[in-house]
Nanobody, 125 residues
Framework: QVQLVESGGGLVLVGGSLRLSCVGS????????MGWFRQAPGKEREIVAA????????YYADSVKGRFTISRDNAKNTVYLQMNRLSLVDTARYYC??????????????????WGQGTQVTVSS
C-alpha cells in the first residue's frame, strides 16, 4: 500500500520559516514526479511546487518563487519543502502528492495518483 506522510507543519510568525517533509512507503518513489499542494479554507487546492523524478526539473508557483524550495532525497524516499519568509497568505493545509510511474511534473492535482493526509501551516501576525 502506497503511503505518504507529511510532517513539519505548525504555527509560525510572519517572516518565519518551516520545513515540511514527506516520507513515502509502499513503493520506490525515485522515478516519480512529486508535488506539494496547499488548500486554504474556502479555496481550491493549488500547486505550490513540483520536482521531477530525476530531480532535474522543478516548478514553483509564482506566489512562492524565491521563498520556497523543493528538494528530494531518493535514498530516504523523502521530499522536502523549505518555506522561508512566510506570510499570512501561506496559511493552508499542505499536501504531498506523487504521480506514480511518471517522472514528468504536472501542475494539475488530477495527474497525481497518491496523496498524503496533509500538514497544517498557520502563519500568524
Amino acid at each position: 500500500q502506497v503511503q505518504l506522510v507529511e510532517s513539519g507543519g505548525g504555527l509560525v510568525l510572519v517572516g518565519g520559516s518551516l520545513r515540511l517533509s514527506c516520507v513515502g512507503s509502499g513503493r520506490t518513489f525515485s522515478a516519480d514526479a512529486m508535488g506539494w499542494f496547499r488548500q486554504a479554507p474556502g479555496k481550491e487546492r493549488e500547486i505550490v511546487a513540483a520536482i521531477g523524478g530525476s530531480g532535474g526539473r522543478i516548478y514553483y508557483a509564482d506566489s512562492v518563487k524565491g521563498r520556497f524550495t523543493i528538494s528530494r532525497d531518493n535514498a530516504k524516499n523523502t521530499v522536502y519543502l523549505q518555506m522561508n519568509r512566510l506570510s499570512l497568505v501561506d496559511t493552508a493545509r499542505y499536501y504531498c502528492a506523487g504521480r506514480g510511474n511518471f517522472g514528468s511534473i504536472s501542475t494539475s492535482a488530477g495527474y497525481y495518483a497518491y496523496w498524503g493526509q496533509g500538514t497544517q501551516v498557520t502563519v500568524s501576525s
